[in-house]
């Protein structure tokens, strides 16, 4: 198994609704959620926060060579994205093999399978963003 069930239910909140958190104390936005604020440490007051589902892309590769498991769905692209409150995160793109991905470009969050356990049948979900045609 790639990952195991336990570790996929914890994260599964994180996954589903790109919950990351916000410190009240100095007002930053952390993606994955953050228990501390690496700012503020002790003082920081950790709240969940929804992060924006839109973004724009910072920079991105083209894989070839793809890790065990998703050899498959090669070749595809990885990205940095930039949410629009500032947070990065990286992530796959979906429908983007048309070769016509560019930086700065918009990308919203869509909600995809990311791998297929055949022979537990345990099926991972969780977020790719997608590259919009302007
Ligand atoms: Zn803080």
């Not at 914890?10 to 700012?39: A, V």
């Not at 070749?75 to 409150?85: D, G, K, M, R």
């Not at 990308?107 to 979900?125: L, N, Q, T």
Request: hydrophobic share 35%; charged share 25%.
């Amino acid at each position: 198994m790639r990952n195991a069930l336990p570790l996929i239910w914890r994260k599964i909140k994180s996954r589903y609704n790109l919950m990351g958190s916000h410190c009240q104390t100095c007002k930053k936005d952390y993606f994955p959620e953050k228990s501390i604020c690496p700012t503020c440490r002790r003082k920081g007051k950790i709240v969940d926060k929804q992060m924006p589902t839109e973004g724009k892309i910072v920079c991105f590769s083209k894989i070839h060579a793809a890790p065990k498991g998703f050899e498959h769905e090669t070749p595809y692209f990885v990205a940095l994205i930039e949410l629009t409150n500032g947070v990065r995160l990286f992530t796959m793109l979906v429908n983007a093999a048309n070769d016509e991905v560019k930086i700065g470009q918009k990308a919203v969050m869509r909600f995809r399978k990311i791998f297929e356990d055949g022979e537990h049948g345990v099926i991972g979900y969780g977020y790719k963003f997608q590259a919009l045609a302007k």
